[in-house]
């Protein structure tokens, strides 16, 4: 499939007129619109089919999908703390996937791209991988951690189209010698800005996140310039993520090089997202300056909602610190990261269990639950509208006024 036949027939004039430039992968030419994966729970087969339908590139977040499934959820019960327990739960969540994806495919009717986003720092990381590869899945994006070994599991799937989420050029350039040993390059990059984006950010420190080295004036010539030197700048195209809201900020980004956007929180404000509509509205709500930047369970900053359970975990957070220890097993019945701060007791990093607060917050749990979200006011303030909507919005139609806006 070539041209423009990849993108839904009626938004073809659109993407024409606005002047945007359409992402080329995997021999289609798309929307340069990519929906980044939001776990747990939030990007699942609904949202991400209904954004490859249109075009675009709708993804998967790989983690904790049994969430959706009550007979999965219902064999996952009650079963005790044991390794027999994990991989009963393992097993689950890999089976649910393997729904999700069929779901998924079914929806796009064909059109667009599906890819599924795998935490590189889940336990289960390769097993996601290669159970979404032997699904026909056309796309595997990893972030959290640098995916030097995604090549290897790769291997009996070339088809399989592997985009790296990254913050800087040197994280690129070091994927590119690493994958070049093993033959194979990215089929795209993502340049998560951390200043921008929400849920886990690609910084070393939550003092980093606002460093001017992540700007896309900068990293995005950096890495086009790293890709030019090793002669792969058409072979990998850019895919700038973080804040980004409107047809303007695409055209920006993509005058400085970058061949398509990647957005979060706009479609987890869409009706089409699959988790609950309390979660949405939460969200849509949430203003920047009240944003919370912290340390993450993972170790990694992270940028969310300030709901009851997050205030009262921050103020509490100095006490847990003090008391962290190694745990025997996991608390919450199964070790969901390879490293956890709660787990294994590591001073500095959260001392929460993340599946759970997630799993809250997908539920629309605003008591317990943790909301993560990215910078920037809403294409639509604070208004739950389609998938359809937004993509026309951001291709320069959707003439429908929208709200006042929320955020900065």
């Known amino acids: 499939m070539t041209c423009l036949d990849a993108i839904a027939s009626t938004l073809r004039p659109l993407l024409q007129a606005s002047g945007l430039k359409p992402l080329r992968i995997g021999g289609r030419e798309l929307l340069p619109i990519v929906q980044g994966g939001m776990g747990i729970g939030v990007s699942a087969h609904r949202l991400a089919g209904s954004v490859a339908a249109l075009g675009g590139i709708g993804t998967l977040s790989a983690v904790e999908l049994r969430r959706h499934h009550p007979d999965l959820m219902e064999r996952t019960r009650n079963i005790g703390f044991d390794e027999a327990a994990k991989k009963t739960i393992d097993a689950a969540n890999l089976e649910a996937l393997e729904r999700e994806v069929a779901s998924a495919r079914q929806l796009s009717g064909g059109l667009g791209l599906l890819a599924v986003n795998v935490m590189r720092a889940v336990s289960e990381y390769a097993a996601y991988v290669k159970r979404a590869m032997e699904c026909g899945i056309d796309a595997v994006v990893v972030g959290a951690g640098l995916p030097l070994d995604l090549p290897d599991l790769a291997a009996e799937?070339?088809?399989?189209?592997?985009?790296?989420?990254?913050?800087?050029?040197?994280?690129?350039?070091?994927?590119?010698?690493?994958?070049?040993?093993r033959k194979r390059l990215p089929d795209a990059v993502v340049l998560e800005h951390p200043g921008?984006?929400?849920?886990?950010?690609?910084?070393?420190?939550?003092?980093?996140?606002?460093?001017?080295?992540?700007?896309?004036?900068?990293?995005?010539?950096?890495?086009?310039?790293?890709?030019?030197?090793?002669?792969?700048?058409?072979?990998?195209?850019?895919i700038a993520a973080g804040g980004i809201r409107s047809q303007d900020d695409i055209r920006r980004l993509q005058g400085l090089g970058a061949s398509a956007v990647q957005l979060g929180t706009p479609?987890?404000?869409?009706?089409?997202?699959?988790?609950?509509?309390?979660?949405?509205?939460?969200?849509?709500?949430?203003?920047?300056?009240?944003?919370?930047?912290?340390?993450?369970?993972?170790?990694l900053p992270a940028?969310?909602?300030?709901?009851?359970?997050?205030?009262?975990?921050?103020?509490?957070?100095?006490?847990?610190?003090?008391?962290?220890?190694?745990?025997?097993?996991?608390?919450?019945?199964?070790?969901?990261?390879?490293?956890?701060?709660?787990?294994?007791?590591k001073v500095g990093w959260g001392q929460f269990c993340i599946d759970q607060q997630l799993v809250a917050a997908m539920r629309g749990d605003v008591q317990r639950g943790l909301f993560f979200r990215g910078r920037g006011a809403l294409p639509f303030g604070h208004q739950i509208r389609s998938v359809r909507e937004l993509v026309e919005r951001l291709l320069g139609g959707g003439l429908l006024a929208p709200a006042p806006a929320v955020g900065g």
Do not use: M, N
Request: charged share 30%; proline share 6%.
């Open 267 to 299: 479609f987890a404000v869409t009706t089409e997202c699959d988790a609950a509509e309390e979660f949405k509205r939460v969200l849509a709500e949430a203003r920047d300056e009240d944003l919370v930047e912290f340390v993450s369970v993972a170790g």
């Open 157 to 181: 799937h070339p088809q399989v189209k592997l985009i790296p989420i990254l913050s800087d050029a040197r994280g690129v350039q070091l994927v590119l010698r690493k994958w070049e040993r």
């Open 196 to 238: 921008h984006a929400g849920g886990h950010l690609g910084a070393a420190r939550v003092e980093d996140v606002s460093d001017p080295r992540f700007d896309f004036g900068q990293v995005v010539p950096q890495t086009l310039e790293v890709l030019r030197a090793a002669g792969v700048e058409r072979e990998v195209p850019v």
């Open 303 to 345: 940028r969310a909602v300030p709901t009851p359970w997050l205030k009262a975990y921050l103020k509490a957070e100095p006490r847990l610190q003090a008391v962290a220890h190694v745990k025997p097993r996991c608390t919450k019945v199964f070790d969901c990261l390879a490293q956890c701060g709660l787990r294994d007791g």
